[in-house]
């Protein structure tokens, strides 16, 4: 059974860090794209970041880029977010997702590949 649980979401002034953690099983990172997606209030869900850890391409999206780093910990079947200068407008919920390697996979193109998702966790970044 595939599970992917997300944790460390909370508040946080503007401007600072948050390392978000996403345990997953019933699958590993060297078949399966694996990723954190977004929902604001009123917005609709959007791709943060994706890695493909066979070939170590990475996506960020154009508002968290610079700022944001995602990685994994194969041992631990762990993926991280580590949020740095948080923004107000960062406030949302934030999802981990996987999705099955299929050829030619862009990363640039997660949101279409999504085979599973995980619960939310709430990131609320205060001014």
């Known amino acids: 059974e595939v599970q992917l649980q997300a944790s460390g979401g909370g508040l946080v002034q503007a401007g600072g860090s948050l390392k978000l953690s996403c345990a997953v099983s019933?699958?590993?990172?060297?078949?399966?794209?694996i990723g954190w997606f977004r929902q604001a209030p009123g917005k609709e869900r959007e791709v943060v970041s994706c890695?493909?850890?066979?070939?170590?391409?990475?996506y960020y999206g154009d508002s968290v880029k610079g700022r944001f780093s995602i990685s994994t910990d194969n041992a631990e079947n762990t993926v991280y977010l580590l949020m740095n200068s948080l923004k107000p407008e960062d406030t949302a919920v934030y999802y981990c997702?996987?999705?099955?390697?299929?050829?030619?996979?862009?990363?640039?193109?997660?949101?279409?590949?999504?085979?599973?998702w995980g619960k939310g966790t709430l990131v609320t970044v205060s001014s």
């Open positions: 890695l493909k850890s066979s070939d170590g391409s990475t």
């Open positions: 997702a996987a999705g099955r390697l299929v050829p030619s996979f862009d990363v640039s193109l997660f949101k279409y590949g999504v085979d599973y």
């Open positions: 019933g699958f590993t990172f060297d078949d399966h794209a």
